[in-house]
């Protein structure tokens, strides 16, 4: 279906970590798909959902550590399907797992995931879901209970049950996250993923074998030690989200709480890190 869009296209300077901010405060608003260029992203919202003032309470804009300009355009008739064919590319991780569209032909990777690709990120593009990729193709999952935290469009809970783990519980604090996540999970046909709506204090009780958190750094701090509490014995945590630069935070709270370090992949800044427990 075709419908009008204000199309906002935002500048972000430092573009990473500007952009994951920006674009949480959006979710808070009508603002439904969001697009990555290449010096910030794109941001739509339907005309009928518009106003003027849509922006206005936005924090980051008072935050002296970044600059951030924009455009405004009114776009007729958008057509996302098309849209997304012409921005969407399939994702290869290591000749092993590709991440598509529905709109993309099959491949003969091992792990073939398609993610309707309502918003660019989460999608695999992203050097820290790349990372987390890797780190469960590396490992053995078969068999173990899962839980994906920050779930997203759940494409680590979707490869984790590829994988053999079972059951798996994925939860994001997003509506729209939790939406596209229990679609995702029926299109590639998945059977052993729960999804819901909410944060880390929905875990108590729970337990796992292995925890998969791809959020940012300070939401892991805070929620460190609900994960650990949910990590069963011989249990693995899998982290990511921050910079390099914060690594020494997150292995202190580790560390402390007893989990050893046992890997890091890393992508330009970013990284990503097993403990086990």
Request: proline share 3%.
């Amino acid at each position: 279906m075709a419908v009008n869009y204000i199309g906002y296209h935002f500048k972000v300077e430092p573009k990473d970590i500007g952009t994951e901010i920006l674009i949480a405060e959006l979710g808070e608003k009508p603002f439904e798909s969001f697009i990555e260029t290449e010096e910030g992203f794109s941001a739509y919202i339907q005309k009928n959902l518009w106003t003027e003032n849509v922006l206005d309470d936005i924090q980051l804009f008072e935050n002296e550590s970044f600059n951030i300009s924009y455009t405004v355009e009114e776009i007729e008739q958008v057509n996302w399907n098309e849209e997304w064919e012409k921005n969407f590319e399939p994702i290869d991780v290591d000749g092993i797992c590709h991440v598509r569209a529905p709109f993309h032909e099959k491949t003969d990777a091992k792990f073939d995931i398609v993610i309707e690709p309502k918003m660019s990120f989460g999608t695999g593009h992203h050097e820290t879901t790349h990372m987390m990729i890797q780190h469960i193709l590396e490992n053995n999952f078969e068999g173990k209970k899962t839980l994906d935290m920050g779930c997203g469009t759940a494409i680590l809970a979707i490869l984790a049950e590829m994988k053999g783990a079972k059951p798996i519980d994925a939860i994001d604090i997003d509506n729209w996250c939790y939406l596209n996540s229990i679609e995702n999970a029926e299109r590639n046909n998945c059977s052993e993923i729960s999804v819901y709506e909410g944060d880390a204090s929905i875990l108590p009780g729970k337990k796992y074998d292995v925890i998969i958190a791809n959020i940012n750094r300070n939401i892991l701090l805070n929620d460190m030690p609900q994960y650990v509490d949910c990590l069963n014995d011989n249990g693995e945590l899998y982290l990511s989200g921050f910079y390099e630069e914060d690594i020494e935070a997150i292995h202190q709270s580790c560390e402390s709480k007893g989990l050893t370090f046992v890997k890091k992949h890393q992508r330009n800044n970013w990284v990503a890190l097993k403990y086990v427990n």
